[in-house]
């Protein structure tokens, strides 16, 4: 379900360092999406996360910190096809991109409180500054999940699609974006 772990997360940064130094004639926009049709990302990776000691603990939400403001602050816009799943880091992620496509079976959500844990890679930031302060904090504190279409409804998502039409949107997204003046 593509949870992130340290390895995904070291992965991400160098394939984002990558991209970031292309020049605006080779890249002009980047879709992100989840390998397979069940899960965008389902969110950090549990057994690794009750390994971790409390240093490592917080060098693993710095480093997923730190990723995730890269790719916020990339100079080509990020679009996020979200394909299925998007919980807890994967929301983030998600969050972290200029904006969001999903599939009509996509779910959104910070369940890390039903885990005793926060989201711990600037989601609450972010999902406060899209939906607002007041649904953001009930999302988190209650680990709600929702629907594509809710998290459409809240402003979260920007378009819902079919499965199958997903990706070939994000990309005329991008297509139109690599029209334009960068």
Sequence with gaps: ????????????????????????????????????????????????????NETSSLEFAKKGQALFREIEKMKVPVIAAVNGFALGGGCELALSCDFIYASENAKFGLPEVSLGLIPGFGGTVRLSRVIGQSRAKELTYTGEIISAAEAHRLGLVNKVLPLVELLPAALKCAEQIATRAP
């Design 1 to 52: 379900l593509n949870a992130l772990n340290s390895q995904v997360l070291s992965e991400l940064k160098e394939a984002f360092q990558f991209l970031a130094s292309k020049s605006f004639s080779e890249m002009r926009a980047i879709i992100l999406t989840g390998a397979g049709e069940k899960a965008f990302v389902a969110g950090a990776d549990i057994r690794e996360i009750n390994s971790l």
